[in-house]
């Protein structure tokens, strides 16, 4: 199974264009990026030709959730997107409400076909693991994109009262997004800090059963963003708004150690 990285947009500074090249010449199979402009539409649809680029396209749901996925996965699918990444209904909303969502989400995606993982995410419906728990045993079809630093922090802890709940999760996942979190944030200020070992250690156990699973499930490849974003994800020096680290070193520190840590295996 072949591990395929690819760059968040999300930070990079530049023109459409720009960031596309320097993504290309870093080495990554392609971009993962929330969906363009209308004015924009065009260029980017060349690029991804031009640039031979797999796409992972973002969404976002609000106000209607079920009618903003499906508006967006049909925008989406212009793109003919590997999969689609959803930021999906509410964390305030009741579970009867989630589940609603869901069971619409989950026809739109297979009438679109194309993949979906709905990220665990803060202030989404799957920002703690027992709420995204439930959901995913209520509905035998639903997959998730795997970003962890969002339910450590959440929890305040590095999850070791909610291994049931994150087994289930693993078992679900589809697309990983590749952030080391903390107890006190989503977001560790740079991974290859020595004070932050131990939780790259954890996320990167987390990777690797992910990973060993989708292979098992017989997959041809997985998907993989590391995704560290800007400030105010990015802690800043007090009183500059400096940042602490370079974003984009960051992000390569992460994808380089997939390269290393999870080549390709047979």
């Known amino acids: 199974m072949k591990v395929n990285i690819f760059k968040a947009l999300w930070g990079v500074e530049g023109t459409y264009r720009e ?4 993504t290309k010449e870093a080495g990554f199979h392609g971009i993962e990026a929330a969906l363009p402009s209308q004015a924009d539409k065009a260029e980017f649809k060349e690029l991804l030709e031009e640039y031979n680029f797999d796409y992972i396209a973002q969404i976002f749901t609000g106000g209607n959730h079920a009618d903003s996925f499906a508006q967006q996965v049909q925008q989406a699918a212009a793109f003919k997107p590997v999969l689609i990444n959803s930021h ?13 969502f869901f069971e619409q989400a989950l026809v ?7 993949a979906v993982g709905h990220e665990t995410h803060r202030q989404r419906a799957m920002f703690t693991p027992w709420t995204t728990a439930n959901l995913l045993e209520a509905f035998d079809e639903l997959k998730i994109t795997a970003d962890f630093s969002h339910w450590v922090c959440v929890c305040e802890s590095h999850l070791a009262d909610n291994l049931a709940d994150l087994e289930l999760a693993i078992k679900r996942t589809i697309h990983i997004h590749a952030r080391v979190g903390y107890p006190e944030g989503p977001q560790v200020p740079d991974p290859s800090a020595k ?25 041809a490849y997985a998907t993989v963003t590391p995704e560290f974003g800007p400030p ?6 007090p009183h500059t708004n ?11 520190f992460i994808a380089q150690r997939f390269r290393e840590n999870f080549p390709k295996r047979g």
């Open 108 to 114: 739109i995606e297979r009438q679109a076909g194309i």
């Open 195 to 219: 004070e932050y070992a131990y939780e790259l250690e954890l996320f990167e156990k987390w990777w690797k059963q992910i990973l060993n699973l989708r292979q098992a499930q017989g997959a």
């Open 242 to 252: 400096q940042p602490v680290a370079d974003l984009w070193q960051v992000n390569d």
């Open 232 to 237: 105010g994800y990015l802690h800043t020096l």
């Open 19 to 22: 960031q596309f090249k320097r």
């Open 88 to 100: 999906s209904s509410l964390d305030r909303e009741t579970f009867e409400q989630q589940a609603s």
